[in-house]
């Protein structure tokens, strides 16, 4: 998988936010904290997830699926494909 080496750190940096955002959950969840509280929690870390994921499936997608000689049309697939993830991801 040689997007997740050259982007590792800047993925590493995502996973170690949605650690931090998953222990204030545990902590709110801890200390009692109103439900609106915890439910915005839980949404942020759900969207810091579909971030990452995103960021993975979009290097592998490119790397992986796109390798080989580009051509505007499989350039133009590429981006069709890589928008429609990201609209779903949302």
Do not use: F, W
């Amino acid at each position: 998988m040689a997007h997740t080496i050259k982007g590792k750190n800047k993925l590493i940096a995502r996973v170690r936010r949605i650690k931090g955002q998953a222990e204030a959950l545990e902590r709110a969840l801890t200390s009692e904290e109103d439900c609106n509280a915890v439910l915005q929690q839980i949404a942020a870390i759900r969207g810091a997830v579909n971030g990452l994921m995103m960021e993975v499936l979009e290097g592998h997608v490119r790397d992986h699926l796109a390798s080989g000689e580009p051509t505007p049309q499989r350039d133009a697939d590429l981006e069709t494909v890589v928008t429609a993830l990201r609209s779903y991801m949302k």
